[in-house]
């Protein structure tokens, strides 16, 4: 399988601009199966208000619009593509990450299971996902872990008993390059019980210098940078 990791370019409030660079990137990995971006990509990590009045009109639903032109994107580059969104589900509300088919079919669309991405004040409406996801895709094995997933240890214990053959791991950090020399360890030593291989996607704020971008690989407390905190763009990798 052929991964294109992008750490994304993100416009907050600006989905249009957001559906425009994801065509963009899924052009330049159109010989890839599969484009991973990060957590919350399509509409910008701090997109919610915390009210639900105004929150009903930015997150979205999977029969939108919005995640339809996705799909259209997914068929013209026959390209798997999984995408980091605020799902609104019913009255309910997810930060969730959608896998498209190379056909514009759902493959997967799991929701985190932390609770870190919501304001502690944000009403019963914002709820998290059951349990983790593994489903199969050109010959592997994928398994979803959304940013704080991977930093509580009843979660991790549920991870080491399922069976797969990647862990994707979408996340908006806002470490600056500085600073991750010393928490990429933190995150190295965390996700060490894990034996099968982490990919990190992190994305890149240009609004408001919050997030660094960065791709990296966890595999059995080690750390591969493939693509350094600092920078964006898409790396391609073989697996």
Same mark, same amino acid.
């Given at each position: 399988?052929?991964?294109a990791l992008v750490s994304g370019l993100m416009a907050s409030h600006a989905v249009e601009i957001q559906l425009e660079r994801i065509e963009q990137y899924c052009e330049e990995a159109a010989d890839c199966d599969i484009i991973v971006f990060g957590e919350a990509y399509? $509409?910008? +990590?701090d997109r919610l208000t915390w009210s639900y009045d105004r929150d009903k009109k930015r997150a979205v639903e999977q029969n939108s619009p919005v995640i339809n032109r996705i799909q259209s994107i997914a068929q013209i580059y026959q390209l798997a593509i999984s995408i980091g969104f605020f799902e609104k589900n019913d009255e309910k509300f +997810?930060?969730?990450q959608l896998y498209i088919g190379?056909? !514009?079919?759902?493959?997967?669309?799991y929701r985190r299971?932390?609770?870190?991405w919501k304001d502690k004040n944000a009403g019963k409406q914002y709820q998290e996902g059951e349990d983790f996801e593994v489903f199969d895709y050109q !010959? *592997? *094995?994928?398994?979803?872990a959304i940013c704080g997933d991977l930093w509580h240890d009843n979660l991790l214990n549920r991870l080491t008993t399922l069976e797969y053959d990647i862990?994707?791991?979408?996340?908006?950090i806002d470490y600056t390059p500085e600073e991750w020399q010393? #928490? $990429?360890?933190?995150? #190295?030593? $965390?996700?060490k019980r894990i034996s099968k291989p982490i990919y990190l996607v992190n994305s890149y704020s240009t609004d408001k210098q919050e997030a660094y971008g960065g791709v990296y690989l966890f595999e059995k407390g080690q750390i591969t940078p493939i693509l350094p905190i600092g920078s964006h763009g898409i790396v391609k990798i073989e697996h």
């Open positions: 399988m052929k991964l399509l $509409q910008g +990590f +997810f930060s969730s190379a056909t !514009g079919d759902i493959l997967s669309n299971i932390s609770q870190g !010959g *592997r *094995r994928l398994v979803t862990c994707l791991w979408p996340v908006y010393t #928490a $990429q360890h933190e995150y #190295a030593e $965390q996700t």
